[in-house]
């Protein structure tokens, strides 16, 4: 047996060759450490003190809001390999991955939302955490829309990867804009959701295990979907040849 | 010179054209011939640095290079004079008079360029290549929309000023244009083995 | 370069150029807030500072879509790509030219629209400065929106969705300038912050503008 060179796993052929037995395990893996983070977190954690039951939708919170901002950053390093080394396989899994941060970023908006109802008396505040994650929502929205404007593949993958890299600079930018700007505002913003702090380690262990299946969902999903997108792209290539 | 060895160009991730080899001397032209979509525009593109070959090399004098397609390019909101002068000095040059009467649009010097029908914008948009001086054209169906007077008067140009002054000019036409060229035909050229990690067939 | 940014200004002053459009924008969004918001004196000139600039935003967006878009259609763009002039530079002056033609009327404009909104007069100067130092980033983070679009026919709306989160730090820094301006406190830490933001997109977007035209053009 050759010994192949990490990008080889990255050819699109040996890619669905490798990623078809992996993927039953991703979801199984998932599925597991997720009924058990939540069924752990929601029944058999205490109330908190000071925010009783309420608290225990960090178990969908916190996760879903790392997998939002970890789905981005996989996007960039993805897009970069792109550019720089051409591998298909790799603008493709940026192109899969963006719905699904889109979807874990909206599942991080909502549950803060329903967690700031009882918590803050409003469904929304302009905290600049909500604020950032709701300017990450709109680069996500950008980014999928040139993806879906563009025909050739390539080039799409070439534009997607470079705004995905501008767009980076600029989320960075913003987060620390809307700082600025919310203290600007109200002073010492009393909204401020800290968790880790005050999370004792009754609720931090189911909260592991539920982070860890939503990485494992995270990677399932993405994988999943660069499957179809590796599919579609090769029936566009085998159509072309009947064409030819 | 241009040389050509061993080109291979692709359009939208599908290689179209391998194996391509020509050399067409100074003051000579270069017809290319072949059915639609045998990527004669691809070619053109390739060479004039617009889009990466697939494989192998091509090689004309530097910054000598121009290319001109059906689109004209032409500002309809500027006058047929400003338009030229545009172009002129965006190369560096100056509007030799001669322009004028090469490409017949010395009557229209002062006309808005959104006032010409579509023959006279053709001929505007020919007489930038004039304007600009390079040495080495490539034209993609140069005579779309041209009536025959327009097309002996572009091909007098080509002929008696460009090439004679030992230009080069590789043209995709339908058009006899009456000049000592070669022709190259491309179909032969097609692409017919799959390139391996090139767009699409890197999937199959 | 020079030769191109004449031609940009002259394309965009003469019929059809849009010239002015932005301006006309502008003054019917500004005059447009109040029949929303109602006309007491103390809102609208508490809110003028950000409907100034929200304003003016919109209206600089409303003619990215023009930048490249009628230079791709007739072929210009191409020959562009073929010219003995750099395609960075290309993005800068057509930038340029936006600014030029978008950001700076816009800026004279903001304070005798601020008079509708009851702006606080001692803001005038900071409004004027702000949108002077903001606009230059508005232009090129634009430009680079319109080079990222100018493959895609009716490209506006995506162009709009790609660049009005782009826009969202200078917004921020200049709209709180003048509100600090406003409120009576120093303007200068935002202030620095819309400059190096003006300062770091004008210095390199050109770059990813020029990289994204070569892919477009292919």
Redesign the interface.
């Known amino acids: 047996m050759t010994i192949m060179s990490m990008w080889g796993y990255a050819n699109p052929k040996r890619f669905m060759g490798w990623t078809g037995p992996v993927l039953p395990w991703a979801f199984g893996g998932a599925a597991v450490c997720l009924s058990v983070g939540l069924i752990w977190g929601f029944f058999f954690t205490p109330d908190e003190l000071r925010q009783g039951s309420t608290v225990k939708i960090i178990y969908l919170h916190v996760p879903a809001a790392l997998m939002a901002i970890n789905a981005w950053i996989m996007m960039l390093v993805t897009s970069l390999i792109w550019l720089v080394r051409r591998h298909h396989v790799s603008a493709l899994a940026a192109k899969a991955a963006a719905p699904v941060g889109v979807a874990m970023t909206l599942i991080a908006l909502a549950t803060g939302a329903i967690w700031g109802q009882p918590m803050w008396g409003t469904y929304w505040a302009w905290d600049p955490r909500l604020t950032s994650f709701l300017i990450l929502f709109l680069f996500y929205l950008g980014y999928m829309a040139l993806w879906a404007a563009i025909d050739d593949p390539d080039t799409a993958a070439d534009l997607t990867s470079v705004l995905c890299m501008v767009g980076s600079v600029f989320a960075l930018l913003s987060r620390y804009a809307v700082n600025f700007w919310n203290q600007g505002l109200h002073q010492g913003a009393s909204l401020s959701l800290d968790k880790e702090e005050n999370v004792a380690d009754v609720f931090y262990q189911p909260l592991l295990f539920a982070i860890a299946g939503f990485v494992l969902l995270f990677f399932a999903l993405v994988l999943m979907r660069t499957r179809t997108e590796i599919r579609i792209r090769r029936l566009r290539a085998l159509i072309r040849r009947e064409g030819q | 010179m241009l040389s050509v060895q061993n080109l291979a160009v692709a359009r939208?991730?599908?290689t179209v054209l391998t194996g391509l080899t020509f050399d067409v001397p100074s003051g000579a032209a270069l017809i290319l011939r072949g059915p639609n979509g045998v990527g004669k525009t691809t070619l053109l593109r390739t060479l004039?640095?617009?889009?990466?070959a697939v494989a192998g090399r091509f090689d004309y004098p530097a910054?000598e290079?121009?290319?001109?397609?059906h689109?004209?390019?032409?500002?309809s909101?500027?006058t047929v004079e400003?338009n030229l002068q545009?172009?002129a000095?965006?190369?560096?040059n100056s509007v030799s008079d001669a322009i004028w009467d090469q490409f017949d649009i010395r009557d229209l010097r002062t006309r808005i360029a959104g006032t010409l029908s579509a023959g006279q914008k053709r001929r505007l948009g020919l007489a930038?290549l004039g304007v600009?001086k390079r040495k080495v054209l490539f034209l993609d169906e140069p005579t779309v929309s041209l009536d025959g007077f327009s097309v002996r008067l572009f091909a007098d140009y080509l002929r008696d000023q460009h090439l004679a002054q030992g230009g080069i000019a590789v043209i995709a036409t339908h058009i006899d244009l009456d000049l000592a060229a070669t022709t190259l035909e491309l179909e032969p050229f097609a692409a017919t083995d799959?390139q391996p990690?090139n767009?699409?067939?890197?999937?199959? | 370069m020079i030769a191109l940014l004449r031609r940009d200004l002259m394309l965009a002053t003469r019929a059809g150029g849009g010239f002015g459009l932005g301006l006309v924008f502008f003054l019917i969004v500004v005059v447009l807030v109040p029949f929303g918001v109602g006309p007491e004196t103390a809102i609208l000139s508490r809110i003028a500072p950000g409907i100034l600039w929200v304003a003016a935003l919109l209206a600089a967006l409303l003619s990215l879509d023009r930048i490249f878009a009628l230079d791709h259609e007739d072929g210009t763009l191409t020959l562009l790509a073929t010219a003995p002039i750099p395609l960075e530079a290309v993005a800068v002056v057509k930038a340029a030219a936006h600014w030029l033609t978008t950001g700076v009327p816009l800026a004279i404009a903001a304070p005798v629209l601020g008079v509708l909104l009851h702006l606080d007069p001692s803001a005038f100067v900071l409004v004027i400065v702000t949108l002077l130092l903001g606009t230059p980033a508005l232009s090129v983070i634009g430009t680079f929106g319109a080079a990222l679009t100018v493959g895609v026919r009716r490209g506006g709306l995506l162009l709009s969705l790609i660049v009005l989160p782009l826009y969202v730090p200078t917004l921020i820094f200049g709209a709180e300038a003048v509100r600090r301006g406003v409120d009576g406190l120093d303007p200068a830490t935002p202030l620095l912050m819309l400059g190096g933001i003006t300062a770091g997109a004008v210095a390199l977007l050109p770059f990813a503008t020029a990289a994204v035209l070569r892919m477009n053009l292919r």
């Open positions: 939208g991730g599908a004039a640095g617009l889009q990466d910054d290079g121009a290319y001109a397609s689109a004209d390019a032409v500002k909101a500027l400003e545009f172009w000095d965006i190369y560096g930038r600009i799959h990690d767009g699409d067939e890197a999937f199959l």
